[in-house]
Each structure stands twice: as structure tokens, then as C-alpha cells.
T-cell receptor, first 110, second 113 residues
Framework: SQQGEEDPQALSIQEGENATMNCSYK?????LQWYRQNSGRGLVHLIL?????REKHSGRLRVTLDTSKKSSSLLITASRAADTASYFC??????????FGKGITLSVRP | GAVVSQHPSWVICKSGTSVKIECRSL??????MFWYRQFPKQSLMLMAT?????????EQGVEKDKFLINHASLTLSTLTVTSAHPEDSSFYIC?????????FGSGTRLTVV
């Protein structure tokens, strides 16, 4: 079963703009993770935020977590064409396994 | 960093044959390994969870007799798709959980003709 629901499902922006993706989930979590997947390839781990954290940064990435609303957002600043990919949020809960959302397709136009 | 090797990266097989996919953690011991399936433009759906030396736990709706999982050591898990049919064509991804968290293999594209 899927836990996370990302929105929007598809996002197209111009290079240099910021991209914001949102994820909502249903059950309690230990942490929430964001992954990137280039077409037909494996997953690349981007960032992990624990349930007791509210915000985290890594390079051009900023992730927030609101456990009261069961939601998270991923912000990619100053986007590049190479950021074009699918992005997934995944929750790690009491059952100790990752459950993925449906994913967001990001297209960054050069 | 932690590396998981998944082989083969792609395979084409005839309907009715079996295909084995390997997932190895190269530089860490994986207490648990996971197998996911992904259809085009869709998310990853967890198929099963395997722990070394014990039977895999399958998600609801996944046929355990069709998708055989063996986790013989702390560094190797295999998924065998038995009597494959065209509807089994998909992208299969493994993940290994170690002390540092989850690491994913690069995936296997299975095409059944």
C-alpha cells in the first residue's frame, strides 16, 4: 500500500527557478525521506528528516516536516536541467520498511 | 558509502521460464532486504521483506510461489520470478537496510516475451 501522496504530480519549470514538491502521509513515522529517480534508473537518496525535526538543508535542497499535518515539502532552489527526474517521498514507520508515494515528475527547461 | 549491487540490469526471457535477480550489499551487512516492483510512470510497490535465514514476508496480493525470495546471507538476497508471463514485465528494485539506513540497487528491467 502507498503511504505518501505527492503533489503536484507533474511540475515544469524554467532553469533557475525554484521547485517545490509536497508530500502527505497517513500514519505515524520515524522519518521521512526524499528520493530522486532518473528515467529507468535506480533511486538516489536525497535527504532524510526525522520525526522530531522540522527543517533540514542539504546543498540546494530544503525539506520541511509538519507531523501535525502529516506533510512534508521538498524545495529545490536554483533548479538545473539535470534536476529533471521523478521525485518520491518515502516514510519509514513502526513497521521498519519504506513506503513510497506516487511520485512527482519534474521537468526543468533549459 | 554503502553500495548495493543488483544483477542483471536488464533481462529478456521467454514466457514460462524463470528468472533470478540478485541483490548484494557490497560493503555492509544488511539485516533486512526489500524487493520492490515499479511499473512505467508509477511508484515503487513493496513486494516483500526478507531477513537473513528466515522466510520472506510478502505484501498482500503478491504471490509467494511466483516470486521466490531467498536471503541466504547477510549480503545476498535473490528474487526468482517463476514461470514468467508478459504481465510480470516490470522494473524490479532491491533495497538493503544496514546501520546507515536504506540503500537501493540500480534495478532490473525484466521483459517477458
Amino acid at each position: 500500500s502507498q503511504q505518501g501522496e505527492e503533489d503536484p504530480q507533474a511540475l515544469s519549470i524554467q532553469e533557475g527557478e525554484n521547485a517545490t514538491m509536497n508530500c502527505s502521509y497517513k500514519t505515524s513515522i520515524n522519518n521521512l525521506q526524499w528520493y530522486r529517480q532518473n528515467s529507468g534508473r535506480g533511486l538516489v537518496h536525497l535527504i532524510l528528516i526525522r520525526s522530531n525535526e522540522r527543517e533540514k538543508h542539504s546543498g540546494r535542497l530544503r525539506v520541511t516536516l509538519d507531523t501535525s499535518k502529516k506533510s512534508s515539502s521538498l524545495l529545490i532552489t536554483a533548479s538545473r536541467a539535470a534536476d529533471t527526474a521523478s521525485y518520491f517521498c518515502a516514510t519509514d514507520g513502526a513497521n521498519s520498511k519504506l513506503t513510497f508515494g506516487k511520485g512527482i515528475t519534474l521537468s526543468v527547461r533549459p | 558509502g554503502a553500495v548495493v549491487s543488483q544483477h542483471p540490469s536488464w533481462v529478456i526471457c521467454k514466457s514460462g521460464t524463470s528468472v533470478k535477480i540478485e541483490c548484494r550489499s557490497l560493503d555492509f551487512q544488511a539485516t533486512t532486504m526489500f524487493w520492490y516492483r515499479q511499473f512505467p510512470k508509477q511508484s515503487l510497490m513493496l513486494m516483500a521483506t526478507s531477513n537473513e535465514g528466515s522466510k520472506a514476508t510478502y505484501e498482500q496480493g503478491v504471490e509467494k510461489d511466483k516470486f521466490l525470495i531467498n536471503h541466504a546471507s547477510l549480503t545476498l538476497s535473490t528474487l526468482t520470478v517463476t514461470s514468467a508471463h508478459p504481465e510480470d514485465s516490470s522494473f524490479y528494485i532491491c533495497s538493503a537496510k544496514g546501520q546507515g539506513g536504506y540503500t537501493f540497487g540500480s534495478g532490473t528491467r525484466l521483459t517477458v516475451v
